[in-house]
């Protein structure tokens, strides 16, 4: 007979509360919902960005949706850190001759295209 391994409701909650505490002490953390990519598309590869964001001073929240990667600040920043936030992002992303980034406040949300033909 094969044994079978139990936890009990606290273990579990701790293993939770540390899978949860590693997780907000992440630099960057990456959600993703759509990841398809046309074949004959260029791509911005994710690693990129991530290593670029990971040099920054503001956590994020990466979350790919379709054709887009949406950046969400983590915690409250004033305009000016924000706007530099903005200005060194799309400095990095003309660098690889690619498209600005832009604020959606429908979607409270910096907006970055992830692919184009």
Known sequence: MSEVNTL???EEEDIIARAMA???AQ????LIDDDDIPSDA???PLESLIEFLEQQPIPVRIHIDG????IRLRKYVDY???REFIYSLS???RRGH????EWSREKKAIIVKRWRR
């Open 98 to 101: 690619w498209i600005k980034a």
């Open 8 to 10: 009990t409701i606290q």
């Open 27 to 30: 630099h960057v953390q990456v």
């Open 42 to 44: 260029q791509y911005l």
């Open 22 to 24: 590693e997780w907000n």
């Open 67 to 70: 054709e887009n990667y949406l």
């Open 80 to 82: 000016e850190e924000f």
């Open 91 to 93: 400095d990095f992303l």
